[in-house]
T-cell receptor
Framework: AQSVTQPDIHITVSEGASLELRCNYS??????LFWYVQSPGQGLQLLLKYFSGDTLVQGIKGFEAEFKRSQSSFNLRKPSVHWSDAAEYFC????????FGAGTRLTVKP | KAGVTQTPRYLIKTRGQQVTLSCSPISGHRSVSWYQQTPGQGLQFLFEYFSETQRNKGNFPGRFSGRQFSNSRSEMNVSTLELGDSALYLC??????????????FGAGSRLTVL
C-alpha cells in the first residue's frame, strides 16, 4: 500500500536560512511524487512534482526537491526562506488516489 | 482561467442532518477528487469521479457519497452527520485520470462544523 511519512511536524527557521523538509514514501511502483503548500484557511497549491527523468526538480517560489529512489525520499529544499513561506507543507504520492503525508508546519522567525 | 470553486465556503449543521457540498472544476478538467482534512487524521481521500463515474473510493462509510454531472461539476453528500464529520472538505480537479495526468488543482475548501 502506498503511504507517505513526513517526520517533522513543526519546523522553525530564521528568515534567510536554508530549509529542508523531509518526505519518505512507500509505493509499489515508480511513484508520482508531489509537494503542496497550504496557507491558513486556503486550499493546497502545487509547488512541484516528479514523474520521471531528472531526479532534481524545480518548482515555484524557489523550491526544489530531489528524488532518491534508494532512500525512498523526496525532500523539499529552499536555499533562503522568506517570511511569506510560513505555511503547512504536504508531500504526496500516488496517481488516481493521492496519499498525503501528515504535513510539516513551517514557522519563519524574523 | 478560473480555479476550482467550492461552495459553500463555511457551513454549520447539527448532528443527524445531511449536507451537500459543490465543486466546479477548472474548465476542461474532467476528473474531480474529494478529500477530507482534519487535524487528527490529516488529508484523507474520499473519492474520485471521472466522466460521471466514480473511479476510486477511499475508506469512508456509506454516509459519504458523491456524484459528477455531465459538465464535470461534482457534489458530495454526507448524511446523518456526526460530530466527527467536522472538517475541511477539499475538492481537486485534474485534466484526466491516469498515469502522468493526475496533477491536482485544489479549491479553497468547504469548512463544515457539526454541532
Amino acid at each position: 500500500a502506498q503511504s507517505v511519512t513526513q517526520p517533522d511536524i513543526h519546523i522553525t527557521v530564521s528568515e534567510g536560512a536554508s530549509l529542508e523538509l523531509r518526505c519518505n514514501y512507500s509505493y509499489g511502483a515508480t511513484p508520482y511524487l508531489f509537494w503542496y503548500v497550504q496557507s491558513p484557511g486556503q486550499g493546497l497549491q502545487l509547488l512541484l512534482k516528479y514523474f520521471s527523468g531528472d531526479t532534481l526538480v524545480q518548482g515555484i517560489k524557489g523550491f526544489e526537491a530531489e528524488f532518491k529512489r534508494s532512500q525512498s525520499s523526496f525532500n523539499l529544499r529552499k536555499p533562503s526562506v522568506h517570511w511569506s513561506d510560513a505555511a503547512e507543507y504536504f508531500c504526496a504520492v500516488g496517481n488516481n488516489d493521492m496519499r498525503f503525508g501528515a504535513g510539516t508546519r513551517l514557522t519563519v522567525k524574523p | 482561467k478560473a480555479g476550482v470553486t467550492q461552495t459553500p465556503r463555511y457551513l454549520i449543521k447539527t448532528r443527524g442532518q445531511q449536507v451537500t457540498l459543490s465543486c466546479s472544476p477548472i474548465s476542461g478538467h474532467r476528473s474531480v477528487s474529494w478529500y477530507q482534512q482534519t487535524p487528527g487524521q490529516g488529508l484523507q481521500f474520499l473519492f474520485e469521479y471521472f466522466s460521471e463515474t466514480q473511479r476510486n473510493k477511499g475508506n469512508f462509510p456509506g454516509r459519504f457519497s458523491g456524484r459528477q454531472f455531465s459538465n464535470s461539476r461534482s457534489e458530495m453528500n454526507v448524511s446523518t452527520l456526526e460530530l466527527g464529520d467536522s472538517a475541511l472538505y477539499l475538492c481537486a480537479s485534474s485534466l484526466a485520470q491516469g498515469a502522468g495526468a493526475n496533477v491536482l488543482t485544489f479549491g479553497a475548501g468547504s469548512r463544515l462544523t457539526v454541532l
